[in-house]
Nanobody, 132 residues
Framework: QVQLVESGGGSVQAGGSLRLSCVASGFTYTSYCMGWFRQAPGKEREGVANIDSDNYESYSDSVKGRFTISQDKAKNILYLQMNSLKPEDTAMYYC??????????????????????????WGQGTLVTVSS
């Protein structure tokens, strides 16, 4: 059973940076996708950034150029480097995984847009607060 545990959230001023981490245990998949979603108070959960097993990266328009997703395959750790943070980035950030090769319509390749499926596994979330 896959377990995803996030860390690295916190409070930062606008313009600052944070790096989120997600440790995946029980993870033995060679074809997969992993990514980050976020949910602000009163809003729907939205995709932010994803990376597949071939290291193909996808970003939502709202974070492109500011956030960078990466993975350490040897340690099964997913990262999200967040730079130039804005108050509107304030949200609970969730790590997610698709435990199979994603299709072109998957959430994996369509962060922040409509997709044909939802993740197979979720973490519990880590809170990011950006003050102005």
């Amino acid at each position: 059973q896959v377990q995803l545990v996030e860390s690295g959230g916190g409070s930062v001023q606008a313009g600052g940076s944070l790096r989120l981490s997600c440790v995946a245990s029980g993870f033995t998949y060679t074809s997969y996708c992993m990514g980050w979603f976020r949910q602000a108070p009163g809003k729907e959960r939205e995709g932010v950034a994803n990376i597949d097993s071939d290291n193909y990266e996808s970003y939502s328009d709202s974070v492109k150029g500011r956030f960078t997703i990466s993975q350490d395959k040897a340690k099964n750790i997913l990262y999200l480097q967040m730079n130039s943070l804005k108050p509107e980035d304030t949200a609970m950030y969730y790590c997610a995984a698709e435990l199979r090769e994603p299709s072109s319509g998957s959430w994996c390749y369509n962060p922040g847009r409509k997709s044909s499926n939802v993740p197979d596994a979720w973490g519990q979330g880590t809170l990011v607060t950006v003050s102005s």
